[in-house]
Antibody, heavy 119, light 110 residues
Framework: EVQLVESGGGLVQPGGSLRLSCAAT????????MNWVRQAPGKGLEWVSI???????YYADSVKGRFTISRDNSKNMLYLQMNSLRVEDTAVYYC?????????????WGQGTMVTVSS | QAGLTQPPSVSKDLRQTATLTCTGN????????AAWLQQYQGHPPKLLSF???NRPSGISGRFSATRSGNTASLTITELQPEDEADYYC???????????FGGGTKLTIL
């Protein structure tokens, strides 16, 4: 079964750090464009970051310089290192697959992990 | 990164037809086409259509998508109670190397 499972969310103080993980089953992370998308409580979807198949990385302006996307091909995992967290980073964070050539869409989503930034 | 434009809410009667719209620009919707996602409260989004008018396997034929220029549309026929959800459009912006989303449309079935 093709599946994504996120973990690592929790409560953190402003200025703190957190690392989110996304475990993929049923497909190979390194052969897809992998994304992080977040959704603040009661709000819409906001794209956060993407890692291309060849390794290029791109970020939303709101997280550039603070968040880092990475993957571990041997573990078939995707990560999001979040530093200098702000209250406005509070959201459910989803990892999502983009097969690019196959669909041109975010076709598989995890169930999400909640990140709360509060003092 | 600017987002796509969707109406915040649409209300329709049971068994009627709803058409949701999504407007972008020539770098996103107009260039790469749009995808549509359905989301129920407390659940992750689910892909309904991609590359304008293709449906993943398992998605009902009551959902169909089209595009004209920079505007994409999702039409849902024979509305059912389970269609009440939030609907998001998305598109890849090649000039930004970023995914862009619409603000979402809350569909209410009367």
């Amino acid at each position: 079964e093709v599946q994504l499972v996120e973990s690592g969310g929790g409560l953190v103080q402003p200025g703190g750090s957190l690392r989110l993980s996304c475990a993929a089953t049923g497909f190979t992370v390194s052969l897809n464009y992998m994304n992080w998308v977040r959704q603040a409580p009661g709000k819409g979807l906001e794209w956060v970051s993407i890692i291309f198949i060849e390794g290029s990385k791109y970020y939303a302006d709101s997280v550039k310089g603070r968040f880092t996307i990475s993957r571990d091909n041997s573990k078939n995992m995707l990560y999001l290192q979040m530093n200098s967290l702000r209250v406005e980073d509070t959201a459910v964070y989803y990892c999502a697959r983009d097969p690019a050539a196959a669909t041109g869409a975010l076709d598989i989503w995890g169930q999400g992990t909640m990140v709360t930034v509060s003092s | 990164q600017a987002g796509l434009t969707q109406p915040p809410s649409v209300s329709k009667d049971l068994r009627q037809t709803a058409t949701l719209t999504c407007t972008g620009n020539s770098n996103d919707v107009g260039h790469q086409g749009a995808a549509w996602l359905q989301q129920y409260q407390g659940h992750p989004p689910k892909l309904l259509s991609f590359r304008d008018n293709n449906r993943p396997s398992g998605i009902s034929g009551r959902f169909s998508a089209t595009r004209s220029g920079n505007t994409a549309s999702l039409t849902i026929t024979e509305l059912q109670p389970e269609d009440e959800a939030d609907y998001y459009c998305s598109a890849w912006d090649g000039s930004l190397s970023a995914w862009v989303f619409g603000g979402g449309t809350k569909l209410t079935i009367l």
